[in-house]
């Protein structure tokens, strides 16, 4: 049998199962399922572009995929960036993190497939993610955070996997009082296609029906979805939302016009209120298992952006204004003990 890095599993008898924390699924045909959209009174989306993600380096040094690299803000409105973090296989005393570091503006969300990020805030939030879990930061009118890896993944190294994503805020809800949400894996609403081959994850929004865990100022859907090697994915989508599939792994098509697509790229979907994504018959080893993508769209925001840094607001003035806010300890303090972090 093969494990995914998630926690797929094809069985000898060919049964896709699937565990996650605190759930097993041997048979995803006992999950609720998402009708799939009838083509007759739907209107599929088509792709608009590819873009592949070029790799970096975040914080103390731990390597991401620019996933929202080269695509216009017009086209992500209302997300604002995306990291993949690693894929990586950390030898012991090589997990890295970030410092302690200011936002405003916007939301962050975090979302560990592998390995485990601890999370410190200002407002006394924060705390472990890993295997599934998502920590949902509304940074709003300003906060400190800080993420690392745990002490116990430092000395033992291993697979770290990711991602995290920018959700911009509109002008009424910049300064919002910061705001921390812990999901843990077995909150998230778990759904079958209607052929039961692939698994949906709901982490927020609604589909289908169903409505994932995540509270979100701005009204956004975010799932991550693993589909079995030769599988096809169709859901409902609202005419309203942009809509966005980024392959975390593995390769297949997307839309209607079954467009090619790796781990590390993004396609961008035009209009209609249904979207497809369809995973590769032969998977290389590595994922054998199944295609991993993300499939997130929200609601336009349709106002100016004025981003530098952690500060996403409408102008250039309030950003100043953040910055000297900062400056002057108006964004928050590191809370008593916990001094600057400088590296693992």
Request: aromatic residues 6%; glycine residues 14%; hydrophobic residues 35%.
């Amino acid at each position: 049998m093969h494990r995914h890095g998630f926690g797929a599993i094809i069985l000898p008898s060919g049964t896709l199962e699937v565990t996650v924390p605190a759930s097993t699924v041997a048979d995803l045909l006992t999950l609720p399922r998402i009708a799939t959209p009838d083509p007759t009174t739907t209107r599929s989306r088509t792709v608009r572009s590819v873009t592949t993600a070029p790799r970096g380096i975040e914080g103390e040094g731990f390597p991401v995929r620019r996933a929202f690299a080269g695509v216009s803000v017009a086209e992500l409105d209302p997300f604002l960036h995306m990291d993949q973090m690693g894929e990586v296989e950390y030898a012991p005393g090589e997990p890295k993190g970030t410092p302690w570091h200011p936002h405003r503006g916007f939301e962050t969300v975090t979302y560990m497939i592998d390995g485990q990020m601890q999370h410190s805030d200002s407002n006394g939030g924060g705390g472990l993610i890993g295997g599934g879990d998502t920590q949902w930061m509304t940074a709003g009118s300003g906060i400190l955070h800080i993420e690392t890896p745990p002490e116990s993944l430092v000395a033992s190294g291993g697979l770290f996997h990711g991602f995290q994503l920018w959700v911009n805020l509109p002008a009424h809800n910049k300064f919002a009082a910061p705001r921390y949400q812990d999901i843990a894996s077995s909150h998230v609403a778990l759904l079958s296609s209607a052929d039961g081959g692939a698994l949906i994850r709901l982490i927020a929004g609604e589909i289908g029906g169903h409505r994932g865990p995540g509270s979100t100022h701005t009204p956004i859907t975010l799932i991550h979805a693993t589909l079995h090697p030769g599988a096809t994915l169709t859901l409902p989508w609202r005419p309203d939302y942009n809509a966005l599939v980024y392959a975390l792994g593995g390769h297949g098509t997307v839309g209607t016009d079954h467009r090619p697509l790796r781990d590390g790229q993004l396609a961008v979907l035009g209009d209609g209120d249904s979207l497809s994504v369809a995973a590769g018959g032969h998977q290389d080893a590595r994922h054998a298992d199944g295609v991993d993508v993300l499939i997130l769209g929200g609601q336009p925001i349709r106002e100016p952006v004025a981003m530098y840094g952690p500060f996403v607001m409408n102008t250039r003035e309030e950003l100043v204004q953040a910055f000297e806010d900062y400056q002057a300890g108006r964004l928050g303090v590191i809370p008593a003990g916990r001094l600057p972090h400088v590296g693992s």
